[in-house]
Structure formats: C-alpha cells, structure tokens
C-alpha cells in the first residue's frame, strides 16, 4: 500500500500569507495526486485534481504542484475562508490513500 | 447540478449489518466510477471502497475487506455499501463520491452517520 505523508500537520497564518503544504508518497504516484479542502461539519470539496489542474469553480489563488513523490499545495493569499483543513489523496493505485490532513489555522 | 444523497445510517449494535445508499442525480450516472470514503469523528479522511462504471472491477481498504460489498445500481442511478460484521471502530460518517478527471472525487454527499455501539 503507498503511505501518504502532510506537513505540517497544523500551521497557524495571517489573512495574506501565503501557506504552503507538502504531501509525500511513499512511492512514485505519477501525478494521480488531488487536493481537497473540508470545512468543519462539511464535506470535502475537491480543490486541485491531477497534481496540478484547477478544479472548476475553486479560486486561483490556489495552486498545486510536484511531481513522483513529492507534492505542494499553495494559496498564494490566504483569505478568511480558507481557514479549514487540507487533505492530499493519491488514486494511482489502490487502496486510495489519503494524507491525514493539515489544518490551517488563523494566527 | 450534481447531487448526491446519503441514506441508510444509523445505530448498529457490534456485528451487526447496515446498508448505505446514495441516490446520484444531475449527471449520467452511467458514465462515472462511485466511490465511499468515511470519517471517524475527529479523525482524517479514509478512502472505503470504489466500484467502476459497469461494476466490472471493485476496490477495497483492508479495513473494509471481507465485510463490506459496493455495488450500484444503474437504472436506479443508486450507489451502495452492505456493510456487515460491524465494529465499534467502523463508527464514522460515510460520504459517497464522484469520480472525476484522474479519479479524483468532485462531487461528495452530504454524508451519513454510522454509529455502531452496543
């Protein structure tokens, strides 16, 4: 099974920062790699799919980039709504593991 | 506008059985792999199980191997779980997900609890 790693697992930030978050795979995931963002009490909503691609409708702010193992996130401006906690998943093969999440938290 | 809603959850005793619905609307469901992903309360994300557009191939977390069976229904545009042999552990709130590009999952449901105590 391919373990999936997130750093940090918190961070604290002001409104403006950039935030970055890294995901690592234990092995070579070939950029089947998604970003998702959950809102207490909410479903997860898909933000970055494919490592890199936008999903529709998501702010340009964020970003997604990497490639083989390694993996990073970027809202380039945090704003106040993205204040939520960040999942990676890798879908290259199965089991579909998930990262175990970074929360972002408001400084 | 795609939907997805979550049925079925509730109060199971240890060992017991469940099945979990998900009714799709507002895309061809015909056309796109289901996926179930849960979440213990206050814990992370865990990926369950994912079936593809024609059933032909299933996929499972060992956690849910062997006592838990996904399949759909498309003429219904129904997803579900049959979960059995349950564990205090297997206590979460289950989401039902649409696969997209590279199979990401873009579109999730509301979710529904599973609570399994004696």
């Known amino acids: 099974d391919i373990q999936m790693t997130q750093s940090p697992s918190a961070l604290s930030a002001s409104l403006g920062d950039r935030v970055t978050i890294t995901c690592r795979a234990s092995?070579?995931?070939?950029?089947?790699l998604h970003w998702y963002q959950q809102k207490s009490g909410k479903a997860p909503k898909l933000l970055i799919y494919?490592?890199?691609t936008l999903q529709s409708g998501v702010p340009s702010r964020f970003s997604g980039s990497g490639s083989g193992t390694d993996y990073t996130l970027t809202i380039s401006s945090l704003q106040r709504e993205d204040f939520a906690t960040y999942y990676c998943q890798q879908t290259y093969s199965s089991p579909r593991t998930f990262g175990p999440g970074t929360k972002v938290e408001i400084k | 506008e795609v939907q997805l809603v979550e049925s079925g959850g509730g109060l199971v005793r240890p060992g017991g059985s469940l099945r979990l619905s998900c009714e799709a609307s507002?895309?061809?469901?015909?056309?796109?792999?289901m996926n179930w992903v849960r979440q213990a309360p206050g814990k992370g994300l865990e990926w369950v199980s994912a079936?593809?557009?024609?059933?032909?191939?299933?996929y499972y977390a060992d956690s849910a191997k062997g006592r838990f069976t996904i399949s759909r229904d498309n003429s219904k545009n129904t997803l579900y779980l049959q979960m059995s042999g349950l564990r205090a552990e297997d206590t979460a709130v289950y989401y039902c997900a649409k696969e997209g590009e590279a199979a990401g999952l873009d579109h999730w449901g509301q979710g529904a609890l599973v609570t399994v105590s004696s």
């Open positions: 092995q070579s995931i070939g950029s089947y």
């Open positions: 494919a490592a890199t």
């Open positions: 507002g895309f061809t469901f015909t056309r796109y792999a």
């Open positions: 079936i593809s557009i024609g059933s032909v191939s299933t």
